[in-house]
């Protein structure tokens, strides 16, 4: 089981930049992806960002350019770096880890984008 905890949400105003955390209970070794989701009340899941062992990532349409996901396998932890924050890309964020078919979420983090 693998525990996974976000950080880094709040109040920011638009254009402006958070970074969130998600920190694992256990080694996320190379061959867990990981990524982030967002979801606004009566919305489905989405997908924003992943990335694989070997780093190579993927990103939603509407965010590509603005944000930038990482990982720390050291720190077992992965970040989404958001920048140019707009009020669109309020929801609350979630990461998940995926390894072998079996996928483990975050509780999440609300991030609210106003003015």
């Known amino acids: 089981q693998v525990q996974l905890v976000e950080s880094g949400g709040g109040l920011v105003q638009p254009g402006g930049s958070l970074r969130l955390s998600c920190a694992a209970s256990?080694?996320?070794?190379?061959?867990?992806?990981m990524a982030w989701y967002r979801q606004t009340p009566g919305t489905q899941r989405e997908v924003v960002a992943s990335?694989?062992?070997?780093?190579?990532?993927n990103y939603a349409d509407s965010v590509k350019g603005r944000f930038t996901i990482s990982r720390d396998t050291a720190k077992n932890t992965a970040y989404l770096q958001m920048h140019g924050l707009k009020p669109e890309d309020s929801a609350v964020y979630y990461c998940k880890a995926v390894r072998g078919g079996l996928g483990f979420w975050g509780q999440g983090t609300q991030v609210t984008v106003s003015s």
């Open positions: 990335i694989t062992g070997r780093g190579s990532t």
């Open positions: 256990i080694i996320i070794d190379r061959l867990y992806v």
